[in-house]
């Protein structure tokens, strides 16, 4: 158990469909995290969430939209996707003292694996 | 920006020590070394992290030699259980750069018993 919990775990949706992915963190951290890892690939950032703010938003489609209500919950609203964002989306928050991230230690939740239909 | 370069796997058998190691020759000077594991359909896990000499908690050693253009994680008497894929970061995270938070390839670390 890592403290970051997300949900749901599994997730089959068509294109056209619209869904959230959510993620919520018990460590009293300041900063959170979207990846994304597609099949046999390296883990990509999407979107980095300091004290609330959006700090990096890593040339993601606007079909992936993300919001953080507060530092302990992360959602990423998804619609109209493609058969090619099928992946295990990842979240994971850090310390993040202040503004500035510096050698965080990320402690990642257990993912969701989304397929498109 | 400092790149991170590791081996795409290893092999080795239960009970052995196994030593992976990253190369980051354009670490800075306030960068640290970070290593995760991670197994399938899970997220990566923490391991340890180090800015120089030596480092050991209870599941790893981290040896970072003087110049700091390396590094190379230690894991003891190694089990089934330890294959997974371990990553290594370096660097840290102003707005500018993601360096410290962007996973390579990694290595796939496979126990055979």
């Known amino acids: 158990e890592t403290g970051v919990t997300q949900t749901p775990r599994h997730l089959v949706m068509g294109m056209t469909n619209k869904k959230s992915l959510k993620c919520e963190q018990h460590?009293?951290?300041?900063?959170m995290y979207w990846y994304k890892q597609s099949a046999k690939k390296p883990l990509e950032l999407m979107f980095v969430?300091?004290?609330?703010?959006?700090?990096e938003n890593n040339s993601v489609p606007s079909r992936f939209s993300p919001e953080c209500p507060n530092s302990s919950h992360l959602f990423l609203h998804l619609h109209t996707l493609q058969p090619e964002d099928s992946a295990l989306y990842l979240c994971?928050?850090?310390?993040?003292?202040?503004?500035?991230?510096?050698?965080?230690?990320?402690?990642f939740g257990s993912g969701t694996q989304l397929s498109v239909l | 920006l400092a790149k991170t370069t590791q081996p795409i796997s290893m092999d080795s058998y239960e009970g052995q020590e196994v030593n992976i190691t990253c190369s980051h020759n354009n670490i800075a000077t306030n960068d640290y070394i970070t290593w995760y594991q991670q197994f399938p359909s899970q997220g990566p896990r923490f391991i340890i992290q180090g800015y120089k000499t030596k480092v050991t908690n209870e599941v790893a050693s981290l040896f970072i030699p003087a110049d700091r253009k390396s590094s190379t994680l230690s894991l003891p008497r190694v089990s089934l259980s330890d294959t997974a894929v371990y990553y290594c970061?370096?660097?840290?995270?102003?707005?500018?750069?993601?360096?410290?938070?962007?996973f390579g390839k990694g290595t796939h670390l496979i126990i055979q018993p």
């Open positions: 994971a928050s850090s310390q993040g003292i202040g503004a500035r991230l510096s050698n965080e230690k990320l402690f």
């Open positions: 969430y300091s004290l609330e703010e959006r700090v």
């Open positions: 970061l370096v660097g840290l995270y102003s707005g500018g750069g993601a360096d410290g938070l962007t």
């Open positions: 460590l009293g951290h300041n900063a």
